[in-house]
């Protein structure tokens, strides 16, 4: 035999060109077919390519040729136990060990047989594999992964030790990471996890949990991009389509959310990814697939609290007021709610015991509103109270520039702020919505925000307060009593209250099918006498359009009784 020819076709396996050893292994046994270690070179070669028959077939061979070595009886059973043979792989391990205790490769291998039906045995040949070699990477790996459930903390260190003999084994390195993750140690879960990254920049798995991980620390920025990343090295991993649509979803990115929860319900469908599909569309103002989604959840299961109430909620936004009754109604007898109750009373108009609406039924309006709010008022509704009190306030109130303590009542995402920053030292924004005022936030203009009911807010200084505004705020109160109470109290003797209102006549205030309050002029001048305030301009003007209509209504603006003042309307004016 050609020791050179030999050596040149086990550098070829050696260094992954498969193929062409496979020819040499061949050609030397043309020429020497007796040669045991050729057939044993040859099969397993043939082995790691997957040609699994003739890799058994070659290695039986070595085998006759050379009985009783425990190498060659090891990759026998190997190949076997690939062959899914698992019988005759003990067989041939347990030979192999009988003629080699020390053999490390065969006590690794047979463990792996036993490993999910008897993981007592395989603990006991990994830990001899691993006494004769303890740095042995497989060995260590494998009996990580064993006591991966039943004793962590141990795993951990089989795993590391691992690492530790090859500092380029990626399989070990994710594992520890996914331990340290399950336990909520995010900090050496995402060092674990960058180093496995280090090694391989395309590794999606490892890129998605790190994702995950800066998600669970609140930082949505950075946990979307390894989403995203991740997302495009392989769009078929696992879970990634549905982590995307929560993380989209939180983000009022409903386009992107409906997309992702349809790939992912073609994966996996199940009830909670139609429900989630159909809210989706029921904010892309898509009612009719909303419907389709939602029904079909409720045809899966009747009493689905949730879906019963978005269902209300698309009949409402198609006007289809006595459907929108049905589900709220059907609703509300599974789970009451003072929101739904809210509605209702408006859809029925029904009395009421509510004065205002429900703290519940605001934020959940608004912070699913807060993202599209601005748009939605200005380029839909044509909103028109911003601009109106943006000329108003230079024009008629004549303050000074950085003169006020200014409280912005129901602020929203700061439509009206530009204006009150201007002629305000102190702007103060007041809101229900956490997500509103983090829309505001994001306009640099507010001193403070406050995520508090109008009327509860009491200043934090001992200054009294130059300006309020409740633009649009009034519609969800019906009772104004404790808002004027509020605001009379801290108002600075020549400060001034703007606010307006949807009028309604013959009553001081009632609830309208469309769940907003609207107040009669009688009844705001009723409670400026009670609570010393006079009217120092009113007009009537639309306030946006809904339903291709105007929305007409009056915007106010009062200011304290000095104490020789009468009362008296200092203008009135009447536009649109």
Request: net charge negative; charged share 20%.
């Given at each position: 035999?050609?020791?050179?020819?030999?050596?040149?076709?086990?550098?070829?396996?050696?260094?992954?060109?498969?193929?062409?050893?496979?020819?040499?292994?061949?050609?030397?046994?043309?020429?020497?077919?007796?040669?045991?270690?050729?057939?044993?070179?040859?099969?397993?070669?043939?082995?790691?390519?997957?040609?699994?028959?003739?890799?058994?077939?070659?290695?039986?061979?070595?085998?006759?040729?050379?009985?009783n070595?425990?190498?060659?009886?090891?990759?026998?059973?190997?190949?076997?136990?690939?062959n899914?043979?698992?019988?005759?792989a003990?067989?041939y391990?347990?030979?192999?060990?009988?003629?080699?205790?020390?053999?490390?490769?065969?006590?690794?291998?047979?463990?792996?047989?036993?490993?999910?039906?008897?993981?007592?045995?395989?603990?006991?040949?990994?830990?001899?594999?691993?006494?004769?070699?303890?740095?042995?990477?497989?060995?260590?790996?494998?009996?990580?992964?064993?006591?991966?459930?039943?004793n962590?903390?141990?795993?951990?260190?089989?795993?590391?030790?691992?690492?530790?003999?090859?500092?380029a084994?990626?399989?070990?390195?994710?594992?520890?990471?996914?331990?340290?993750?399950?336990?909520?140690?995010?900090?050496?879960?995402?060092?674990?996890?960058?180093?496995?990254?280090?090694?391989?920049?395309?590794?999606?798995?490892?890129?998605?949990?790190?994702?995950?991980i800066?998600?669970?620390?609140?930082d949505?920025?950075?946990g979307?991009?390894?989403?995203?990343?991740?997302?495009?090295?392989?769009?078929?991993?696992?879970?990634?389509?549905?982590n995307?649509?929560?993380?989209?979803?939180?983000?009022?990115?409903?386009?992107?959310?409906?997309?992702?929860?349809?790939?992912?319900?073609?994966?996996?469908?199940?009830?909670?990814?139609?429900?989630?599909?159909?809210?989706?569309?029921?904010y892309?103002?898509?009612?009719?697939?909303?419907?389709?989604?939602?029904?079909?959840?409720?045809?899966?299961?009747?009493?689905?609290?949730?879906?019963?109430?978005?269902?209300?909620?698309?009949f409402?936004?198609?006007?289809?007021?006595?459907?929108?009754?049905?589900?709220?109604?059907?609703?509300?007898a599974?789970?009451?709610?003072?929101?739904?109750?809210?509605?209702?009373?408006?859809?029925?108009?029904?009395?009421?015991?509510?004065?205002?609406?429900?703290?519940?039924?605001?934020?959940?309006?608004?912070?699913?509103?807060?993202?599209?709010?601005?748009?939605h008022?200005n380029?839909?509704?044509?909103?028109?109270?911003?601009?109106?009190?943006?000329?108003?306030?230079?024009?008629?109130?004549?303050l000074?520039?950085?003169?006020?303590?200014?409280?912005?009542?129901?602020?929203?995402?700061?439509l009206?702020?530009?204006?009150?920053?201007d002629?305000s030292k102190?702007?103060?924004?007041?809101?229900?919505?956490?997500?509103?005022?983090?829309?505001?936030?994001?306009?640099?203009?507010?001193?403070?925000?406050?995520?508090?009911?109008?009327?509860?807010?009491?200043?934090?200084h001992?200054?009294?307060?130059?300006?309020?505004?409740?633009?649009?705020?009034?519609?969800?109160?019906?009772?104004?009593?404790?808002?004027?109470?509020?605001?009379?109290?801290?108002?600075?003797?020549?400060?001034?209250?703007?606010?307006?209102?949807?009028?309604?006549?013959?009553?001081?205030?009632?609830?309208?099918?469309?769940?907003?309050?609207?107040?009669?002029?009688d009844y705001i001048?009723?409670?400026?006498?009670?609570?010393?305030?006079?009217?120092?301009?009113?007009?009537?003007?639309a306030?946006?359009?809904?339903?291709?209509a105007?929305?007409?209504?009056?915007?106010?603006?009062?200011r304290?009784?000095?104490?020789?003042?009468?009362?008296?309307i200092?203008?009135?004016?009447y536009?649109?």
């Amino acid at each position: 035999l050609n020791e050179n020819r030999l050596q040149d076709a086990i550098s070829l396996h050696q260094e992954g060109h498969a193929d062409q050893a496979i020819i040499q292994y061949k050609l030397i046994l043309n020429s020497y077919p007796e040669h045991a270690m050729v057939h044993h070179l040859l099969g397993i070669t043939l082995a790691q390519c997957g040609e699994i028959k003739r890799a058994l077939s070659t290695l039986n061979r070595a085998n006759e040729l050379q009985p009783n070595h425990p190498i060659y009886l090891s990759s026998l059973a190997n190949a076997h136990r690939r062959n899914a043979d698992n019988d005759q792989a003990i067989l041939y391990f347990e030979q192999a060990l009988k003629l080699n205790p020390n053999l490390v490769s065969a006590h690794n291998n047979l463990a792996l047989i036993f490993f999910k039906s008897e993981p007592n045995r395989a603990e006991k040949h990994f830990r001899a594999a691993l006494d004769v070699m303890p740095e042995h990477v497989d060995a260590n790996y494998n009996l990580g992964l064993l006591l991966s459930n039943s004793n962590k903390h141990k795993a951990k260190d089989y795993f590391e030790r691992a690492c530790h003999s090859d500092h380029a084994f990626i399989p070990a390195r994710y594992q520890l990471a996914q331990l340290y993750h399950s336990e909520k140690s995010f900090r050496k879960a995402l060092k674990w996890y960058q180093a496995v990254v280090a090694l391989d920049a395309d590794h999606a798995n490892a890129l998605s949990k790190i994702g995950l991980i800066y998600l669970e620390q609140d930082d949505t920025d950075r946990g979307l991009d390894f989403l995203e990343r991740a997302h495009r090295l392989d769009p078929d991993l696992d879970d990634i389509h549905h982590n995307l649509a929560c993380v989209y979803h939180h983000l009022k990115r409903y386009d992107d959310a409906v997309k992702h929860w349809l790939k992912y319900s073609m994966q996996q469908p199940d009830l909670t990814t139609t429900y989630n599909i159909g809210v989706c569309y029921l904010y892309l103002c898509r009612y009719q697939d909303a419907q389709d989604h939602l029904f079909e959840v409720i045809r899966q299961s009747p009493k689905h609290y949730h879906a019963l109430v978005n269902l209300g909620a698309t009949f409402l936004q198609c006007n289809k007021h006595d459907l929108a009754i049905e589900y709220y109604q059907r609703a509300q007898a599974i789970t009451p709610n003072a929101a739904v109750e809210h509605v209702l009373s408006a859809l029925t108009q029904c009395d009421s015991n509510n004065t205002s609406a429900p703290a519940s039924y605001i934020v959940d309006l608004f912070d699913n509103y807060a993202m599209h709010y601005d748009n939605h008022l200005n380029d839909v509704l044509d909103y028109q109270l911003p601009k109106r009190i943006a000329h108003l306030i230079p024009s008629m109130l004549h303050l000074s520039s950085g003169s006020c303590i200014t409280l912005d009542l129901g602020c929203g995402t700061g439509l009206c702020a530009k204006t009150l920053r201007d002629v305000s030292k102190t702007l103060i924004g007041i809101d229900l919505s956490s997500n509103m005022l983090a829309q505001a936030k994001k306009k640099s203009l507010y001193d403070h925000l406050v995520c508090q009911d109008i009327t509860q807010f009491m200043p934090a200084h001992e200054d009294k307060i130059d300006l309020a505004l409740c633009a649009d705020t009034l519609p969800y109160i019906g009772q104004l009593e404790p808002l004027f109470s509020t605001v009379s109290r801290y108002m600075n003797v020549g400060g001034y209250w703007m606010f307006s209102i949807e009028e309604c006549f013959d009553i001081d205030y009632t609830l309208n099918k469309n769940a907003r309050y609207a107040h009669s002029q009688d009844y705001i001048r009723r409670l400026c006498t009670q609570y010393r305030l006079e009217v120092f301009h009113h007009e009537r003007l639309a306030l946006r359009t809904q339903q291709n209509a105007y929305v007409d209504g009056v915007l106010f603006i009062l200011r304290p009784i000095c104490s020789e003042q009468t009362t008296q309307i200092a203008s009135s004016a009447y536009s649109g």
